[in-house]
């Protein structure tokens, strides 16, 4: 399981391009480009993450996109007065600010487990120098 904070750093990355590209392009159209891109971004991050929460919320940014960006899938989503479009790119976002969480949750853990780690070991030191 991959729980470095360059593993992190790298899914953060990632999250940081999906949120503009959704805030970019508008969608409502096919544009398999942007969803290419998209996905290609979305597999990277989830890649970088061991978590099933985040491969979760990833894949639901994938679902999502998948109707974004293309011809019709988006018109189901539609709701007065929103268009599919606009709250598939709201909906996308919250799940990306959703998984941006996650990772600073992943990281505070990481970064309390490994104080605790140093806590014992300098504990450890202690009794074997007294």
């Known amino acids: ?3 470095g ?3 992190l750093e790298t899914a953060r990355k990632h999250y940081s391009e999906m949120r503009n590209l959704i805030i970019r392009h508008r969608g409502g159209s096919r544009d398999e480009r942007t969803l ?3 996905g290609d971004l979305s597999r990277k991050a989830a890649a970088a993450i061991d978590d099933s929460a985040c491969k979760r919320l990833l894949s639901a ?3 999502c996109g998948a109707d ?3 011809e019709s899938g988006h018109l189901k ?3 007065t007065p929103v268009s ?3 709250f598939l790119r709201l909906k996308i976002l919250r799940e990306l600010d959703a998984f941006h969480a996650r990772l600073l949750q992943l ?3 990481a970064t309390r487990n490994e104080a605790a780690r140093l806590g014992a070991n300098m504990r450890r030191i202690r009794r074997s120098s007294g």
């Open 1 to 3: 399981m991959k729980n």
């Open 84 to 86: 599919g479009a606009d």
């Open 68 to 70: 974004l960006f293309s």
């Open 107 to 109: 990281q505070f853990e």
């Open 5 to 7: 904070l360059h593993d």
């Open 77 to 79: 989503w539609a709701q």
């Open 36 to 38: 290419e891109k998209l």
């Open 61 to 63: 940014v994938d679902g």
